[in-house]
């Protein structure tokens, strides 16, 4: 199978997490997508329990057709580096084609992360965000350049700067107006939690 892994705070899950990956699921013809959440000891302030991370996600991925949610970093009681992550997913799905799918922002920082030699030879679905030259960044970067055949970049024109932060900063602010960012069964999850206040 052809699946890709799409990591995250996902904090909360949003339409745009959803659309995202359905578009990458098309373009690059995947099997599925996997959600993988990160865990508890990622160092982010105002993340969410990784269980209500987790458990929104499988809202946002129910009656969707290919998307799934894994726990594999939720089972671990340390912080993991990218490829950490990337490791344990190859070993659990050692017989697919796996590719993992992240916007321009992130990896921008491939660079600078754990054992880069060995990140760069994976596959990659990159999405545009805004004033990030995503072609520019892999053809200046001679370990990037060196694997580029395994970087598929997708036009990301809907949600180029979209951002969760400003979906908590609604919640916070009781703007919740405007539900086209976060489905509704999200939205409950969130206000019958107390989260993000």
């Given at each position: 199978m052809k699946i890709g892994f799409f990591g995250g705070c996902f904090n909360p899950p949003t339409n745009a997490h959803l659309n995202l990956v359905k578009m990458a699921k098309e373009k690059c013809k995947l099997d599925k997508v996997v959600f993988v959440p990160v865990g508890d000891f990622y160092p982010k302030k105002d993340l969410a329990h990784a269980q209500d991370r987790y458990n929104?996600?499988?809202i946002l991925c129910k009656n969707q057709d290919g998307l799934e949610v894994s726990d594999i970093e939720l089972?671990?009681?340390q912080e993991l580096f990218a490829i950490d992550a990337f490791?344990?997913?190859?070993?659990?799905?050692k017989q697919d084609d796996i590719y993992f799918i992240m916007g321009a922002d992130n990896f921008i920082n491939i660079a600078n992360w754990k054992d880069t030699d060995e990140l760069a030879n994976y596959n990659?679905?990159?999405?545009?965000r805004e004033h990030i030259a995503i072609n520019k960044f892999i053809d200046e970067n001679h370990l990037v350049d060196k694997y580029k055949n395994k970087i598929q970049i997708i036009e990301n024109n809907d949600y180029k700067n979209f951002r969760a932060t400003d979906v908590r900063k609604n919640i916070k602010e009781n703007n919740i107006k405007n539900n086209d960012l976060?489905?509704?069964?999200?939205?409950?999850?969130i206000l019958k939690n107390n989260m993000y206040k």
């Open positions: 929104m996600l499988e089972n671990t009681n490791r344990l997913i190859e070993n659990q799905y990659y679905i990159v999405f545009e976060i489905s509704k069964e999200i939205l409950d999850y």
